[in-house]
C-alpha cells in the first residue's frame, strides 16, 4: 500500500493518507508510521472509521497497551481505553474524563516514573465550535535555544506532581487514595534524549512541574514559565481543527499539548490509548 504523507499547513505534524487503520498492515506500512511518530512527535490520519477492538488492535501494532492509572475513566472490560468525554450515561455519571472544558498545557504520564511516550486520541463526538487540541514540537523548541541555555539545562530535573495536575483537572469527586499511592511525586531531566532517534527535546510539563531540583521554588518556577513560553510559540505550536473520524497520535516524550474550551452542552468524545513502544519496532528517523 503506497502511503501518502504530507505536511499539514507546513507544520511538523504528517498527515497520513491512503492507509485504513482497520486494515491488515504490512510490517513495512508500521515500520514507516513508527518512523514518522518517532521523527515528527504527531501524525494525523482522517475519515477513520475504527471500534475499540479495532483502535487497540491498531494501537499493539506499535507495543503494549498501557492501563492507564485513571481506571474511573474508561468503560468496564475496557482498562485500556480511556473515555476523554463530558458526557454522562443515563444514571447520571460521567463516562469519561477530562470533560470539563479547557485542558492547559501538558503531556500525559508525566507524572508516572516511567512515562509510556506513544499516544492516540480518535474523535468520535464532537461540538461544532471549541475544543480544538494543539501540539507544541519541545525537539524544535530545544533546538531553537541559546546554546548557553542548553547547557545550563545540562543535567537539571524538574519535579513532577499528579497532585499538581489533578488539582487543575477540578474534578467533582475528591482523587481516590489508590490513585495517591500509584501517583507520588517524581523526577525527570529536563532535556529528553528520544530513546530511538537520539534527538534532544525538552522535557516540560507545565500543569505537572512543581519545581527544580536544587533551585528555589521562584527560581524553578521563573525557569518553567520561562522554557514553557519559549516552546509555545507559534512557531512550534500545531493547532488540529477537528472531524469526527480523525486518529491522531502523538508522542509524549516529543510534544506538549493542549485543548481549547468548548461549550460543554454539546457533546464531545475521544477514545484515547496510551502504548508503551516496543523498541524493536522503532527504526531510525527518516526524513519526508
Ligand atoms: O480533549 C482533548 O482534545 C485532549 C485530551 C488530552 O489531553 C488527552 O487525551 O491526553
Ligand atoms: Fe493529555
Redesign the pocket.
Known amino acids: 500500500m503506497a502511503l501518502t504523507v504530507q505536511s499539514i499547513n507546513g507544520s511538523f505534524v504528517k498527515e497520513v493518507q491512503g492507509v485504513s487503520l482497520w486494515s491488515e498492515l504490512v510490517p513495512s506500512t508500521v515500520d514507516e508510521l513508527a518512523g514518522l511518530w518517532s521523527t515528527h512527535g504527531v501524525v494525523v490520519f482522517r475519515r477513520q472509521a475504527l471500534s475499540e477492538d479495532e483502535i487497540l488492535a491498531f494501537g499493539r501494532r506499535f507495543g503494549d497497551m498501557e492501563a492507564v492509572v485513571r481506571q474511573d475513566w474508561t468503560a468496564a472490560g475496557r482498562p485500556e481505553v480511556?473515555r476523554?468525554s463530558n458526557m454522562r450515561n443515563e444514571a447520571g455519571e460521567r463516562i469519561g474524563g477530562?470533560g470539563s472544558n479547557e485542558?492547559a498545557w501538558?503531556s500525559?504520564q508525566s507524572y508516572m516514573v516511567n512515562p509510556a511516550t506513544g499516544?492516540m486520541?480518535y474523535m468520535v463526538e464532537m461540538p461544532r465550535t471549541g475544543?480544538n487540541?494543539y501540539w507544541a514540537n519541545l525537539q524544535l523548541a530545544y533546538d531553537a535555544l541559546p546554546q548557553a541555555m542548553k547547557e545550563r539545562l545540562d543535567g537539571v530535573c524538574a519535579i513532577f506532581s499528579y497532585a499538581k495536575r489533578q488539582a487543575g483537572y477540578k474534578e467533582e469527586k475528591p482523587l481516590a487514595e489508590s490513585i495517591k499511592q500509584q501517583t507520588p511525586d517524581v523526577v525527570h531531566p529536563i532535556v529528553n534524549v528520544h530513546p530511538r532517534t537520539g534527538a534532544k527535546s525538552l522535557y516540560l510539563d507545565p500543569s505537572t512541574t512543581s519545581g527544580i531540583v536544587g533551585m528555589s521554588d521562584s527560581e524553578g518556577q521563573q525557569l518553567l514559565d520561562d522554557l514553557t513560553a519559549h516552546a509555545t510559540q507559534p512557531e512550534f505550536v500545531y493547532r488540529h481543527d477537528w472531524q469526527i473520524g480523525d486518529l491522531i497520535m502523538w508522542d509524549n516524550g516529543l510534544v506538549l499539548?493542549r485543548?481549547d474550551p468548548f461549550d460543554t452542552a454539546q457533546n464531545?468524545l475521544?477514545k484515547?490509548t496510551t502504548i508503551r513502544l516496543s523498541p524493536e519496532r522503532h527504526i531510525l528517523p527518516r526524513t519526508v
Open positions: 480511556v476523554i477530562l485542558l501538558h500525559d499516544a486520541l475544543g487540541t499539548h485543548r464531545r475521544l484515547r
